[in-house]
């Protein structure tokens, strides 16, 4: 069996009909599918990328000393971690890599069982298949007892902020998922790359010793610089967590070449080391959020979760590629839910990631009488 074998079909592929529709619309495509930055990277961080633009020998797959030493203090000011050293985080050639490749990295497969949400970023899925292990929907307790039928759990995923419906977890499931896994040896890793967009509660880092009772034992995080500073097209982002567990990863990363590059480790201390950008791009997606969500309502949607994160996760009570249809037609593209699985069959995930012009443009268009 070839590796691509083991894959589902690429499932973008099949929103080009109604990108196609949306872009015939009058003022063009507002694309509200995809969640990729659109406003600039913070200068601070482009100046440390030109600066370190004269790179001529390999880097450390393990990052320079000021980078860990930056992601350790950053984990540690903004999310209230304590006791991380800076040999317990790793930098990672943007999120995904490292999410599709844990699995793989972390020495699973045949037999083996990876957990993930039931409304989930697919490439938790992915990542299992790509390592010939197991993908099952289990989130918590009850769920994950059912996934220990089909064979031995030995990842589990979290989300929180979640990808598609901004859901947060609250401290008391964070404890439970946490002592869950540890009963059984199993390694949790939470994707916390919305985490600096909270709005309506704040998110907490299983690393924080309310949640992981001061042990860093058997867990991991994985945090992205893509959405906080605009980044997604440098491609950095970090794990950190279980030393044991991070220095397995490193060794393998090692002999596999997965090597941030240079230029981009300076910018990823530049950025993390600059709290006031982050807040005023969360001012810019404060206000399309608010616009966005009002015009959705209005419009006959209703919004549920999305609590924080980039996205609204939003109902017409009906299948979600006739509400794809139906906002194509106004041209405006969203991503369907069952994108996500398929509990998400009656949902569409609005991004807000457009730029202020493109937002206001949505806004109009689902205007009533539009």
Same mark, same amino acid.
């Given at each position: 069996m070839s590796l691509a074998s083991?894959?589902?079909?690429?499932?973008?592929?099949?929103?080009?009909?109604?990108?196609?529709?949306?872009?015939?619309?009058?003022?063009?495509?507002?694309d509200l599918s995809v969640g990729t930055p659109v406003d600039s990277a913070p200068r601070v961080v482009q100046d440390a990328l030109s600066a370190a633009a004269d790179a001529p020998g390999y880097p450390l797959t393990a990052g320079?000393?000021?980078? $860990?030493?930056?992601? %350790? #203090?950053?984990? *540690?000011?903004?999310?209230?971690?304590?006791?991380? &050293?800076?040999?317990? @985080?790793? /930098?990672?050639?943007g999120s995904k890599e490292l999410v599709a490749w844990l699995p793989t990295l972390l020495g699973l497969g045949v037999g083996d069982v990876v957990a993930h949400p039931e409304l989930a970023y697919p490439t938790y899925d992915?990542?299992? $298949?790509?390592?010939? %292990? #197991?993908?099952? *929907?289990?989130?918590?307790?009850?769920?994950?007892? &059912?996934?220990?039928? @089909?064979? /031995?759990?030995?990842?589990?995923?979290?989300?929180?902020?979640?990808?598609?419906?901004?859901?947060v977890l609250g401290p008391e499931r964070l404890r439970e998922l946490v002592s869950w896994g540890r009963e059984r040896g199993v390694v949790l890793a939470s994707d916390e790359c919305y985490a600096e967009f909270g709005w309506d509660t704040e998110p907490v880092s299983v690393l924080h010793p309310d949640i992981c009772g001061g042990s860093h034992e058997g867990l991991l995080v994985v945090h992205s610089m893509s959405k906080r500073s605009n980044l997604a097209g440098y491609r950095g982002a970090f794990v950190a967590g279980d030393a044991a567990l991070v220095a397995a990863l490193l060794e393998v990363r090692k002999h596999a070449g997965m090597i941030v590059p240079a230029p981009v480790?300076?910018?990823?201390?530049?950025?993390?080391?600059?709290?006031?950008?982050?807040?005023?791009?969360?001012?810019?997606?404060?206000?399309?959020?608010?616009?966005?969500?009002?015009?959705l309502e209005d419009a006959g949607f209703t919004i549920e979760h999305s609590e924080a994160g980039l996205y609204l996760w939003s109902t017409r009570g009906e299948n979600c590629w006739t509400t794809v249809d139906w906002l194509a037609e106004r041209g405006i593209l969203v991503a369907p839910g069952d994108f996500y699985g398929p509990a998400g069959a009656a949902h569409v995930r609005v991004a807000l990631t457009a730029t202020d012009e493109r937002i206001a443009a949505a806004v109009e268009r689902l205007s009533p009488g539009r």
């Open positions: 083991r894959l589902p079909d690429f499932p973008w592929d099949r929103l080009l009909p109604a990108k196609e529709k949306a872009a015939g619309a009058p003022g063009g495509l507002v320079t000393a000021q980078l $860990r030493e930056t992601i %350790a #203090t950053f984990l *540690t000011e903004r999310f209230g971690v304590v006791g991380l &050293a800076p040999t317990a @985080v790793l /930098p990672t050639i992915v990542g299992a $298949r790509l390592a010939g %292990a #197991t993908p099952v *929907t289990a989130e918590d307790p009850q769920t994950l007892a &059912a996934a220990e039928s @089909v064979g /031995p759990v030995r990842l589990l995923w979290v989300n929180s902020p979640a990808n598609p419906t901004g859901r480790q300076a910018a990823m201390v530049a950025g993390l080391s600059d709290p006031a950008h982050v807040a005023e791009q969360r001012e810019r997606y404060a206000t399309r959020r608010s616009a966005l969500r009002a015009a």
